[in-house]
């Protein structure tokens, strides 16, 4: 699919790779539906848009909000006339700790967003995307959803879970004129981690992280846009998530063993000790 003149909707289009598709996407001439959680991100993003800003639209919405993602789909057709494809962008990542160390409502909220408000998303436009002779779905999961991250093991978990659905979801329009693709980034510098709403503390292991980042949000969203027209259906984002993805098919538990002693010489308190174990924590002592 040649993405020009096309609509395209956007979630988490108020920063990060979503505003950079966004804000490319109207460079070659498309009209593009951002939407996000938070209005004065997707306020910049118009702004930064100059102006193309006549062919963008912005949408406040909160994706685990089924009445609201429902909404969307015929508000979008509206003002654009057509849906031709769906970007869900839209995540978070969890706090930088084992996973017996989260509270049930930080394990709710990473799949909530991540899971659930993907497949609200993918319910709510899959009529609007049959009506066109070509259309196209790109779910955004991680490297994470195929090689284990110590320290972001539920927020791999809901990446993994993206990885099937946007498989399983090929496999069932394949007789379609729908096109499915999973793009898979490796280390990108992005805001995810105070967007996550993680703290100044944990925000330090970001910091730290950028240092070795080579993909910026410009080039993250250039290579999903090329991914896109040239019909892919597994999108790396990165040279770190191209090696990772052939280690681990490779050599699975080596490449775990790497991720893991990176992990460990940037935050020690990744890994799970025995005595941890000790605390009983259900329910929540918060609930």
């Known amino acids: 699919m040649k993405l020009i003149k096309k609509t395209v909707v956007v979630t988490g289009g108020g920063s990060g790779i ?21 209005q004065a991100s997707l306020d910049e993003t118009k702004q930064l848009s100059g102006t193309d800003a006549a062919r963008l639209s912005t949408h406040v919405a909160d994706i685990t909000d089924r009445a609201a993602v429902c909404s969307l789909p015929e508000q979008i057709n509206e003002i654009h006339k057509g849906i031709d494809v769906l970007i869900n962008n839209a995540g978070i990542i969890q706090p930088f700790v084992p996973f017996n160390e989260l509270s049930y409502d930080q394990i709710k909220r990473v799949i909530d967003i991540n899971v659930y408000g993907t497949m609200l998303m993918i319910r709510a436009f899959l009529p609007y995307l049959g009506e066109q002779n070509t259309a196209h779905i790109v779910n955004v999961s991680s490297m994470g959803g195929f090689l284990p991250v110590p320290g972001q093991t539920l927020y791999g978990a809901s990446k993994a879970a993206v ?16 096109s499915v693709s999973v793009v898979f980034p490796g280390g990108v510098s992005t805001n995810i981690t105070r967007n996550s709403g993680i703290s100044t503390t944990e925000a330090k292991f970001q910091s730290d992280k950028q240092a070795n980042k080579t993909t910026s949000a410009e080039s993250a969203a250039a290579t999903i846009i090329k991914g896109i027209e040239k019909g892919s259906p597994r999108i790396l984002v990165g040279k770190d998530a191209k090696l990772m993805d052939l280690l681990s098919r490779i050599a699975p538990v080596k490449a775990g063993r790497m991720m893991a002693k990176m992990m460990a010489s940037i935050m020690e308190d990744s890994f799970t000790k025995p005595e941890d174990l000790d605390v009983k924590s259900c329910p929540d002592s918060e609930e």
Do not use: F, W, Y
Request: no cysteine.
């Open 18 to 38: 979503g505003r950079q598709l966004v804000l490319q996407l109207l460079n070659k001439g498309n009209r593009v539906a951002a939407i996000d959680v938070n």
């Open 163 to 178: 990885k099937l659905l946007t498989e399983g979801l090929r496999a069932e329009l394949s007789k379609t004129s729908i």
